[in-house]
Antibody, heavy 119, light 111 residues
């Protein structure tokens, strides 16, 4: 089955670090981009960044540049989104999605990872 | 503020047709054929419904159709059904960014 499976919900304290994952299966992981999107409670979708697992070419939204790090390990078909120091405002649902066209056509989505940051 | 403008809400009765608009600029919607539409039910991941302005992925009902005129793209849902009640997002390739852009989303209510 072609799918993206994300890691489970996280509850963290401000200042803590976090790395969430997105594992692809059923297709050639290295030949499609993987994007990360944020959705804050009751709000719309926002692009955070995108990575090409084949060569780790990575692009960030200006809003998230320097705030998060996107990476991938092609040997295990997994992309990552990480924070070095979480803030309460990072509390949101995070989705990964496959762009198989190179033009931001997101045809396969993970189920989402809910991140809650609270003291 | 989202780069693409969508109405906050639309509604229709079962069996009717509705259209959701998505207005951008010549740098995104108007300049390229790479407009997509996504459906998102509460608590679920988005699902691709239309890509490249008017193409449907395999498995998506033909009640969903897309079009574009100038800087505005549109999603039309015909024969509304209760299961169509969801949030809908448009998205486009843009020459103004290294990433795509989303609309703010439209909540569809089936009366």
């Amino acid at each position: 089955e072609v799918q993206l499976v994300q890691s489970g919900a996280e509850v963290k304290k401000p200042g803590e670090s976090l790395k969430i994952s997105c594992k692809g299966s059923g297709y050639r992981f290295t030949t499609s981009w993987i994007g990360w999107m944020r959705q804050m409670p009751g709000k719309g979708l926002e692009w955070m960044g995108i990575i090409y697992p084949g060569d780790s070419d990575t692009r960030y939204s200006p809003s998230f540049q320097g705030q998060v790090t996107i990476s991938a390990d092609k040997s295990i078909s997994t992309a990552y989104l990480q924070w070095s120091s979480l803030k309460a405002s990072d509390s949101a649902m995070y989705f990964c999605a496959r762009d198989s066209s190179g033009y931001y056509r997101l045809d396969l989505w993970g189920q989402g990872t809910l991140v809650t940051v609270s003291s | 503020q989202s780069a693409l403008t969508q109405p906050a809400s639309v509604s229709g009765s079962p069996g009717q047709s509705i259209t959701i608009s998505c207005t951008g600029t010549s740098s995104d919607v108007g300049g390229y054929k790479y407009v997509s539409w996504y459906q998102q039910h509460p608590g679920k991941a988005p699902k691709l419904m239309i890509y490249d302005v008017s193409n449907r992925p395999s498995g998506v009902s033909n009640r969903f159709s897309g079009s574009k005129s100038g800087n505005t793209a549109s999603l039309t849902i015909s024969g509304l059904q209760a299961e169509d009640e969801a949030d809908y997002y448009c998205s486009s390739y843009t020459s103004s960014s290294t990433l795509g852009v989303f609309g703010g989303g439209t909540k569809l209510t089936v009366l």
